[in-house]
């Protein structure tokens, strides 16, 4: 990867407030809690990072299962986007969505070139082995102990992706069900530049990406929790309905 410059981590919440723009994130409730957010961060910032966005997708490998191109960020190699990996941008999210601490955090960057194909509705549930990663990897882990963990909370950035109308496709539907037809979301939100998305990852919140006739650029990260953390909300029955697994054994 050709690294671009390292940035200074962010430790608190507050490190984050000189970079935002906006402090007005709206609820919505349905098909399931989530927050959008448009115009998040101060113009300087977010040119910053479209900028080292940019060099990063210089090394992105092809995701066929997915069809979009990505690679995930490292500590010291992903210049300003390095805040989507800070104890900051970490405890944002886990306050929240009220996720359980300690935890860990991952972040990548993605891209859908024109014409990639829609996903299918999901809800990002599937336990990891997070103690056998090696230090340095990928994924940040900020105190917990556990063997495996799965997602608690989504967060999608869109960003380096120029004037969206409708049509354009790209948008991130949001599901009511696992079943529901793919083109035909409860709710949708569109990747216009410079707002985010974010949901808490539990066994109801489905959602896909749609086909798009645009690049459609983001920065995704992941909050995760322990996965016994998780079975004492959810039991073993919130791991079974991974959407994946619903549809090889419905």
């Known amino acids: 990867m050709?690294?671009?410059?390292?940035?200074?981590?962010?430790?608190?919440?507050?490190?984050?407030?000189?970079?935002?723009a906006s402090r007005r994130w709206r609820w919505r409730t349905s098909p399931f809690p989530h927050v959008v957010a448009e115009n998040v961060f101060?113009?300087?910032?977010?040119?910053?990072?479209?900028?080292?966005?940019?060099?990063?997708?210089?090394?992105?490998?092809?995701?066929?299962?997915?069809?979009?191109?990505?690679?995930?960020?490292?500590?010291?190699?992903?210049?300003?986007?390095?805040?989507?990996l800070s104890r900051a941008w970490y405890t944002l999210f886990?306050?929240?969505?009220?996720?359980?601490?300690?935890?860990?955090?991952?972040?990548?960057?993605?891209?859908?070139?024109?014409?990639?194909?829609?996903?299918?509705?999901?809800?990002?549930?599937?336990?990891?082995?997070?103690?056998?990663?090696?230090?340095?990897?990928?994924?940040?882990?900020?105190?917990?102990?556990?063997?495996?963990?799965v997602r608690a909370v989504a967060i999608l950035f869109y960003l380096n992706n120029g004037p969206w109308s409708p049509g354009d496709g790209g948008?991130?539907?949001?599901?009511?069900?696992?079943k529901d037809p793919v083109s035909e979301p409860a709710e949708s939100v569109p990747p216009r530049d410079n707002t985010l998305l974010a949901f808490g990852c539990n066994p109801h919140a489905y959602h896909s990406f749609l086909s798009n006739r645009k690049r459609r650029d983001s920065v995704i990260s992941f909050v995760y929790r322990g996965l016994g953390n998780y079975l004492t909300?959810?039991?073993?029955?919130?791991v079974r309905q991974y959407a994946e697994y619903g549809r090889h054994h419905a």
Request: charged share 20%; net charge negative.
């Open 2 to 20: 050709n690294a671009v410059p390292a940035q200074p981590q962010l430790v608190t919440i507050d490190d984050l407030q000189p970079l935002l």
């Open 42 to 84: 101060a113009a300087d910032v977010y040119q910053q990072l479209a900028v080292d966005y940019r060099a990063l997708l210089n090394d992105a490998g092809y995701n066929s299962k997915h069809d979009f191109f990505g690679s995930s960020l490292f500590p010291g190699q992903c210049g300003s986007l390095e805040l989507f």
């Open 94 to 149: 886990t306050k929240l969505f009220n996720a359980e601490e300690p935890g860990f955090l991952t972040a990548g960057v993605h891209r859908h070139r024109p014409g990639s194909r829609n996903g299918f509705p999901h809800n990002d549930i599937y336990p990891e082995p997070v103690r056998s990663r090696p230090p340095g990897t990928d994924m940040i882990n900020f105190g917990d102990r556990s063997e495996q963990a």
């Open 171 to 178: 948008e991130t539907g949001l599901y009511w069900d696992w």
């Open 233 to 238: 909300l959810w039991a073993e029955e919130g």
